[in-house]
């Protein structure tokens, strides 16, 4: 469990009022006070992990998609159509991003392997 999650935790911080809480307030006044840029304390795009996600995907999920063409818990089962995957699979590499898709079936395909 991480430490920012435990109940204390939680209860500590749900204390002050909302105002404070609203925007992550405390936390990006924290960083002002420690000498930070207006940037970094409040960036004007939030963060996101799109490319890193992006770049897992295609080095690490799609070679397991590769695999799941070739023996595939949801395929045989019948709950993925193993012709439109492969056709899925090869539409992935021309595209710009990876279909949600493609990551749901890889999700649930690696769920249901560690099962096993």
Known sequence: MSPLVHPRIVRF???P???HRR???????RIRRAGLPEWV???AEP??????LEKGLRSYGLPV????????????????????LAEARGDA????VVPDLL??????????????
């Open 41 to 43: 304390a409040a960036p």
């Open 17 to 19: 009022p909302h105002e």
């Open 47 to 52: 963060e996101n992990f799109l490319a890193v």
């Open 103 to 116: 990551c749901d079936v890889l999700a649930l395909e690696v769920g249901l392997r560690s099962l096993m």
């Open 13 to 15: 911080m749900e204390q």
């Open 65 to 84: 998609l590769d695999d799941m063409l070739k023996e595939s818990i949801l395929v045989d089962v019948g709950h993925v159509d193993g012709k439109a």
């Open 23 to 29: 925007g992550k307030a405390l936390f990006r006044e």
């Open 93 to 96: 590499d021309a595209a710009p």
